[in-house]
């Protein structure tokens, strides 16, 4: 490119490239260290080749856009980086070198954003940050924008903090300044709609993230300083001991949120820099939302119905962690849930209490195994049987003799799609003839976003990468394909909620007799297509075309 515009020539390109390769240079740095080309000739074809706008920031239009208090300060002086007013819901970041992938995604990730990248030369920005940036107050990281800590907690803490050993800090007085903070991450973190709270300690931080709708954002980063008071409080009104610091443990939190009983479960995992915490939060509404809400078509819900009021057999819902295998399952069984039945369930953790349902809870240290709970559950005369997970042969084998014997048994297995399940029971070691006779139906589902629907709009020009990856044709997705926008109820993402994709795969002759012959699963998986399995990327289609979610949100969840 320098060569076409008459910059270089070719010889003074290839001496640059065989001493860019000797020295681990880039053959643009070297010509321009050598002085035959200026840095802004390199940044404009830098722009150019990556298809990114150049911007000069010796242009007084060019910097009355810069908005720096669109990210910390921390954040651009350690990048080199500058943030210009948003456009779209659109963070505009002037940078030097295109090549920084990692930083785009990480900035992405820190600020939540979309980030739209331009170029600029270095000493330009370097010069800008030098001259229109204020020195840092002080050493140390700067709180980031938006910061959950009030300046008053800061303070209290600090004063309470023996600098080199933090136990004097108050951890149980529910006055105390680490209290009022744990019990404002746990409330905001509820009202936030989160379903998990990540406290991470790094080198320098201790990193607060929420998973809301299965996304993980970075809520804030506190100084290193807490970190000690604030595991400790953690683990205090989660019931565990503080003292243990080289061993994991679990625990439970019920805390008053707004007038509800809301359960936390607390899992401490000893890691690099300090124990990282995990709570899981556990709303009593959320596996009471009724099937009709879960996101199946009419078609899949009347055979999903149909299915869960067969007298006996298996019926297997399968998908990876977090995929809400446990909220379809307690959902099916609030609807058998009648005085005429009786519904005993092995699980391990109990998450939700269910009036009318006999819950028993796995204990592995004196000797309740999902097997010791199973065989006691025949002794007594259930209808349905909800087992939390297969995880070995006896307890698969169990499940089938109880199938076998007239009832009708619920349960999860870790697989990637429906067919799967029936080659990963026979993995385990269960014999093919007994798989091939007691499932009555496997069901692989997967979590997706829902567009928010105060600010959802069509998209004029959706990306043919993920219409190909998702099957939706150009002329299909004209005015039904939409995008997601972002605005305050949707926290700027574009997304609210989430709803489930079906693969639903009912056992027929032909794949019984492939099941008891142990056919390759893509076999088993064609049997299943023509008796009319929809696939997730179908039923997620049909999703994107009634303009409720995104292509790439879609593509992202099914990994197509």
């Known amino acids: 490119m320098l060569v076409g515009w008459g910059v270089v020539t070719a010889d003074q390109v290839e001496l640059a490239a065989k001493e860019a ?4 240079k880039r053959i643009g740095d070297v010509l321009a260290e050598k002085g035959l080309i200026k840095e802004d000739q390199l940044a404009k074809a830098l722009a150019n080749q990556f298809g ?16 720096p208090k669109a990210i910390s300060e921390e954040l651009i002086k350690k990048h080199l980086v500058l943030p210009m007013a948003s456009t779209n819901g659109k963070l505009p970041l002037v940078m030097h070198d295109p090549n920084d992938l990692e930083l785009m995604d990480m900035l992405r990730f820190r600020l939540n954003k979309d980030v739209e990248p331009r170029l600029a030369t270095r000493s330009q920005i370097k010069h800008y940050i030098d001259t229109k940036l204020k020195a840092p107050k002080g050493a140390g990281s700067v709180a980031p924008t938006d910061s959950l800590l009030s300046e008053s907690i800061d303070r209290s803490i600090d004063k309470s903090v023996d600098k080199s050993v933090d136990k004097s800090i108050d951890i149980a007085s529910e006055d105390a300044p680490i209290v009022r903070l744990v019990n404002r991450i746990l409330t905001e973190a509820v009202n936030m709609r989160a379903s998990d709270v990540h406290v991470e300690p790094m080198a320098d931080r201790v990193r607060l993230r929420y998973r809301i709708d299965g ?19 953690l683990k205090l009104i989660s019931g565990v001991n503080i003292a243990e610091k080289r061993a994991p443990q679990d625990g ?17 995992c000893p890691a690099y820099h300090g124990e990282s915490i995990v709570c899981r939060i556990l709303r009593p509404d959320s596996v009471k939302i009724g099937l009709v809400n879960l996101g199946f078509e009419e078609d899949s819900l009347a055979s999903f119905n149909k299915i869960i009021r067969r007298p006996n057999g298996i019926f297997l819902v399968t998908g990876p962690t977090g995929s809400g295998k446990t909220t379809t399952l307690y959902s099916a069984l609030d609807v058998l849930n009648k005085p005429d039945r009786k519904i005993i369930t092995a699980e391990d953790p109990i998450e939700y209490n269910f009036n009318g349902i006999n819950q028993c809870q796995v204990r592995e240290k004196i000797g309740l195994t999902f097997p010791v709970i199973l065989r006691t559950m025949l002794r007594q005369a259930p209808n349905v049987i909800l087992i939390g997970e297969i995880r070995d042969r006896e307890v698969a084998e169990i499940a089938i003799q109880a199938a076998l014997t007239g009832h009708l048994v619920f349960s999860t297995l870790h697989t990637n799609d429906a067919p799967s399940a029936i080659t990963r029971l026979i993995d385990m070691g269960v014999k093919p003839f007994l798989v091939a006779s007691s499932i009555q139906a496997i069901m692989a589902q997967r979590l997706i976003r829902v567009l928010c629907k105060e600010c959802k ?37 574009g997304y609210r909620g989430r709803f ?9 002759t032909d794949i019984r007799e492939m099941a008891f012959n142990q056919a390759p699963i893509q076999e088993i998986r064609q049997a299943a297509l023509r008796a009319g399995m929809r696939p997730l990327v179908e039923d997620g289609k049909l999703k994107v075309l009634k303009g409720a979610t995104t292509p790439d949100e879609v593509a992202r969840v099914t990994q197509v």
């Open 52 to 67: 990114m706008e150049y911007v000069d920031l010796s242009s007084d239009a060019v910097t009355r856009l810069i908005d």
């Open 252 to 268: 439970r939190i019920k805390l008053d949120v707004a007038g509800t009983k809301i359960d936390f479960r607390v899992s401490a």
């Open 21 to 24: 390769k000797s020295a681990g």
């Open 500 to 508: 489930g994709i079906f693969e639903m795969m009912q056992m027929t």
């Open 215 to 233: 996304v993980c954002i970075e809520r804030d980063n506190l100084p290193k300083r807490m970190q000690n008071a604030l595991l400790s409080r």
């Open 457 to 493: 709009a069509l998209d004029p020009s959706p990306d043919p990468k993920y219409l190909s990856l998702v099957g939706i044709t150009p002329k299909e997705a004209e005015t039904r394909v939409c995008k997601n926008v972002g605005c305050g109820a949707c926290n700027k993402t």
